[in-house]
Structure formats: structure tokens, C-alpha cells
């Protein structure tokens, strides 16, 4: 083993070691500053200038981003912090312990995602000493796996620019430039309680959230027709009936329940017109029923993210890998990074079949490959 990939191992180990869950459940959800206080000390070594962008009120939370060189283009590698929770009780090893074994790493955040950000750095230290024409910039985001807050802060503060962004994200070294979106959306409807033995006591919300569910299944297929894409395994947007409750008693008229669904759309539709459109249906029934129906976001939606099939960089990463760019089912930090102006892919090691259980691994043989990978992107765009 040589002595960059002995660096490489040491600098993973650290990053594994110090828990950065983020999470919508309050009894699991960490801060991600001490990974990014690591990051940003071995950057500095490396001569990178630090900036940390406070992501929570009282800095817990923050997003790193370290530049060397300077000028209107350059390249951003860039990378999630946090990790999800996890059931150590399956675990075969210590979860926040690096193990090797059977040519793998494991540990929690090993390939989804902390695995990227020792290889960016090994690839960016192959520059030490050498002027860079554009700026090199080391992306480290807090919360991609819960709120995307840091995401959401970055484009907020319109930083960090560069002509192109890498996000390392696993797709065992494959470049993937498609994702669909999600949203994730409560219907509530809300009529009259009275006695059940005369319906004319009241307006059954039970009723009018059927036909609610008619509307958006018939929608679904709508959305199927019209946003259809063959690039992804599954070809359409799915739209997810996901729970509902309401009601109290069979001889009572229901006065209000909620129910809860999610949306993914294909990047041919936006998820702002597809609410839109919705709102309209509902708003259609609640009319016809004399109901109060609302609509209302659970969580910030993500949007689906296309990057063009012929720009420089997708053209670049596909040269590079020998693989064309494909589509992922999984939803990452692209959409903001592209908002930002940037050509972005999502390319990094590891496989996201491992991420998100117990056991998550990195196979050692990733390694080298994505270091030279990487040092190439950084000499395209930054000498
Ligand atoms: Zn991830």
C-alpha cells in the first residue's frame, strides 16, 4: 500500500469516527460541524483558503467550501457531510470504526458519502506547488440527507461559481447526469360532523378525500403519459399514496382527514407546475363539495435534475469513465448546484446499493481509479 492510499485510509477513518447523522427525527439528528473543522484543517495544509458557512443559528450545522486559484471558471468536487442513522445492532463491526476487510472498507458514511472527500483530497494534493490557471473548490455540504439546508444556504448566498461541479455521490464511477425530483405533500380535507343515520347533519370529509384519491390516481396516469422517461428504470413520475387518517367513529360523519402522499417527476415537468396543477383538481372538488381542501408541502421539495447530454463536462466524464451518462433513482444536491450556474454530474465511488444499511462499504479497488478520475477533471478545468 502506498503511502497516499495509507492517507487516504487515515483521513477516512477520522471522518468515520466522528458521527455527523442529520435527520427529520430530533432524537437522531447531529450537527456536522466537526467533519467539516477536519476537512477545512487538512485543506488549509494543502493550501486551500477555508470559508465556513454557518448552515444552523448556532454554526452546529455548516457547509465548508475551500478554493485555490481564482478566476471566473474552474471546478468544484463537492460532497454531503452527513450520514443517516443506523442500527449498530446489525452491523457486523463497529459502525464508527473503519474495518478492513475483504479488500473493503466498512463504516457508516464509508461510500454514501464521507469516502469521497479523502480522494478529492488526495487528487487536489497531486497540485500542490502547480499554479492553477482556475480555482480548484472543495465542496462539503451539512444536511443533504435530511432538509438539504446546506444546499439550499449555498444557493441563498449564490456561492460557490465555477464552470463545473462534481458531485461525488456513489455511482460506481459512472457518470449520471438525471434524477427525478420529490415531493412530499398532505391533503387535508375538512367538512361537518353530525350523526350518521341523516347525511344532510353534515358533509362527510371521508367522502370527499375518495374522491380526492380518484383525482390524483387519475392524475398519476396522466403524469405517466405526459412525463414519461426512458432513461429511468422506472419510466415514469410516481405519485405514492402514503398514509392517511381521519375519522373517529362508524356512526359519526367524518369532519376532517389528511392524508399524506409524494411526488417524483422526471425532469421533462417541474415541480412547481405539477402543484399548480393539483391545487386546480382539488380545488375542483372541494367546489362540487362544498369542502375546504388545503395542499400544503411536508418538507422543501427537491427538484428533478437534468444536465445536457452534450455539454463539456458530461462529454468529459463520459470520455473519461468509458461509460455514457445515465440516470439515478436517487435524488442528490445536483439541481442546486446547477441553479448555482454550474455544469454538474454526479460521479464518485462506491455503490449506492451499500448505502443507507448496515455493513455500507467501499471497495479498496474504487479508490485509485477515482483519485485519477478526479486529478484529470482538475487539470481539464483548472490548468
Ligand atoms: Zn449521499
Known sequence: MSHSDQRVIEQLQQLVATPSVSSTDPRWDQGNRAVVDLLAAWLVDLGFAVEIQPVSADGAKANLIATRGSGPGG??????????????????SDPLCLTERDQR???LGSTDMKGFFPLAL???????????QQPLILLATADEESSMNGARQLVAAARPRARAAIIGEPTSLQPVRMHKGIMMESVRVTGRAGHSSNPALGNSALDGMHAVMSELLAFRLELAQRYGSAFFTVPTPTLNLGCIHGGDSPNRICSQVELHFDLRMTPDGDNASVRAEIQARLQAVAGD???????RPLVEDVSPFEETADCELVRLAERLTGHSAGAVAF???????KQLGMDTVILGPGSIDRAHQPDEYLELEQIRPCIRLLEQCIRHYCL
Open 75 to 92: 471546478l468544484v468536487l463537492a460532497g454531503h457531510t452527513d450520514t443517516v442513522p443506523f442500527d449498530e445492532g446489525r452491523w457486523r
Open 105 to 107: 472498507l466498512y463504516g
Open 122 to 132: 488526495a487528487a487536489a494534493s497531486t497540485f500542490t506547488g502547480t499554479d492553477l
Open 289 to 295: 363539495r362544498g369542502l375546504a381542501i388545503e395542499l
Open 331 to 337: 435524488a442528490t444536491e445536483a439541481p442546486f448546484l
